[in-house]
């Protein structure tokens, strides 16, 4: 399985983009790129995912390098309400596709 | 995105007896569904994987027979600690993999936080 680095804490001003990266340098071609973040006591949310070009949707971007070995989810206004541990994942490439889950990044952001 | 709900949100209990919790897709019919745990301060945990009529994979290290999973519709995954004791006290978490999606993507569902006393 592709494991991923992600630093374990960032701070964000509120208003300004939140850049969190992660490390995937182990990812073999088929696999994506998923981004899930969790509230507190809450369940994971969705985000986004790619594969090889760059993502884009209503919350979030994702800007990932060419020989994708990393990765970087950019929130382009970051609010008190993105306060939250981001989860950067590699689809597991056993039969069933988990999901392994690393520590996250926790992003804070600031009045 | 797809929906995934939880039932119930928490659940108080005595040690020794067992829980049930659901697990629904509501809006996406579910071949796979995962069971997931936290603690406090941690990430989540992958217990097991549930298939739609066949019998759950576990990770390695969890108790197969402690925690009996049961996926017998489309829609719906149940996970039961038996037996519980304060040990199993944690929040628990399902997930559904949406078929439609090319990428296979996931979603959660809220949650379980379970307290055995």
């Known amino acids: 399985d592709a494991k991923t680095t992600q630093p374990p804490s960032m701070d964000c001003a509120e208003g300004r983009a939140a850049n969190l990266p992660c490390n995937h340098s182990?990812?073999?071609?088929?696999?994506?790129v998923y981004w899930y973040r969790q509230i507190h006591s809450q369940g994971p949310q969705y985000i986004i995912h790619?594969?090889?070009n760059n993502e884009t949707n209503e919350m979030a971007s994702l800007i990932i390098t060419e020989d994708r070995k990393s990765s970087t989810l950019i929130l382009p206004h970051a609010t008190l309400r993105d306060t939250a541990v981001y989860y950067c994942?590699?689809?597991?490439?056993?039969?069933?596709?988990?999901?392994?889950f690393g520590t996250g990044t926790s992003l804070t952001v600031i009045p | 995105g797809a929906v995934v709900s939880q039932h119930p949100s928490w659940v108080i209990c005595k040690s020794g007896t067992s829980v049930k919790i659901e697990c629904r897709s509501l809006?996406?019919?579910?071949?796979?569904m995962f069971w997931y745990r936290q603690f406090p301060k941690q990430s989540l945990m992958l217990m097991a994987t549930?298939?739609?009529?066949?019998?759950?994979?576990?990770e390695q290290g969890v108790e197969k027979d402690k925690f009996l999973i049961n996926h017998a519709s489309l829609t719906l995954s149940t996970l039961t600690v038996t037996s519980a004791h304060p040990e199993d006290s944690s929040f628990y978490i399902c997930?559904?993999?949406?078929?439609?999606?090319?990428?296979?993507?996931?979603?959660f569902g809220p949650g379980t936080r379970l307290l055995v006393l």
């Open positions: 549930s298939n739609e009529g066949s019998k759950a994979t576990y």
């Open positions: 809006d996406f019919q579910a071949t796979t």
């Open positions: 994942i590699v689809r597991a490439r056993r039969t069933g596709n988990q999901f392994y």
């Open positions: 182990t990812i073999s071609g088929n696999e994506y």
């Open positions: 997930s559904a993999r949406d078929p439609a999606s090319p990428a296979e993507t996931q979603y």
């Open positions: 790619g594969l090889k």
